[in-house]
C-alpha cells in the first residue's frame, strides 16, 4: 500500500514562486512513474509534469519552463517547482504514483494564484 502526503500549497502572488512537496510511505518508490495533477472545480484532473526514475520529466505544454519535478529516491519525496505563477495556475495539485497495478493518489493541496 502506498500513502501520499502533499504539502507546500498555499497562496501566492502573480509571479512568486512556490515548492510542493510529496512524500510517498511504502515500498517500491523508484519503480513508480510519480506525476504531479491539478483539478479546478467542474473540470477533470489534468496532468502537470511526471517523472520516472530513468527517464527525463514531461509537462504540460502550459507550465513548460516555469515548473519543474524532481524526485529524491532516497527520501522517497518529489517536489514540484512553480516559478512565475500565474491565476490560471490556480487549483487543487495532487501527487500521483503510478506502476503494475499501482494508481495512487494524494489527498491533494491547494495552490491560489492571486494579488
Known amino acids: 500500500q502506498v500513502r501520499l502526503v502533499e504539502s507546500g500549497g498555499g497562496l501566492v502572488q502573480p509571479g512568486g514562486s512556490l515548492r510542493l512537496s510529496c512524500a510517498a510511505s511504502?515500498?517500491?518508490?523508484?519503480?513508480?512513474?510519480m506525476g504531479w495533477y491539478r483539478q479546478t472545480p467542474g473540470n477533470q484532473r489534468e496532468l502537470v509534469a511526471a517523472?520516472?526514475?530513468?527517464?527525463?520529466?514531461n509537462y504540460a505544454d502550459s507550465v513548460k519552463g516555469r515548473f519543474t519535478i524532481s524526485r529524491d529516491n532516497a527520501k522517497n519525496t518529489i517536489y514540484l517547482q512553480m516559478n512565475s505563477l500565474k491565476p490560471e495556475d490556480t487549483a487543487v495539485y495532487y501527487c500521483?504514483?503510478?506502476?503494475?497495478?499501482?494508481?495512487?493518489w494524494g489527498q491533494g493541496t491547494q495552490v491560489t494564484v492571486s494579488s
Open positions: 511504502g515500498s517500491g518508490f523508484s519503480r513508480y512513474v
Open positions: 500521483n504514483a503510478r506502476g503494475f497495478m499501482i494508481n495512487h
Open positions: 517523472i520516472a526514475s530513468t527517464s527525463v520529466p
